[in-house]
């Protein structure tokens, strides 16, 4: 069973480690039971596509390919470095927060 998933849909996250290490974007879609998440413009495949009703042309569309969780890290833009999300309980509510600059996500 994979480790809980700290990262969520809209989160921008920076790739530490693969192919496109270095290269910034937004979360499009987690997986969390998988372990896995869509980052925007990071790790682009070729899916080869029949002629349908919608696409009459078929051909090769680019399009995202999940990358695992552990191979990307929260980006804070005001610090400019990453850093990890924890859960602080305000008024009651869970929220997530930096850990570095305590900002709330």
């Not at 974007?25 to 039971?33: D, T, W, Y």
């Not at 552990?70 to 990453?82: A, Q, Y």
């Amino acid at each position: 069973m994979p480790d809980r998933l700290r990262l969520k849909k809209g989160d921008f996250v920076i790739v530490i480690s693969g192919a496109d290490k270095g290269r910034k974007g937004r979360i499009l879609k987690a997986f969390p039971k998988t372990n896995r998440v869509i980052v925007e413009k990071v790790h682009m495949i070729k899916k080869h596509s029949k002629p349908t009703q919608t696409n009459p042309q078929g051909g090769i569309i680019h399009k995202e390919a999940p990358v695992n969780a552990s191979n990307v890290m929260l980006f804070n833009e005001k610090l400019n470095t990453v850093s990890k999300p924890v859960i602080h309980v305000r008024e009651g509510h869970r929220v997530r927060v930096c850990k570095k600059s305590g900002d709330e996500l």
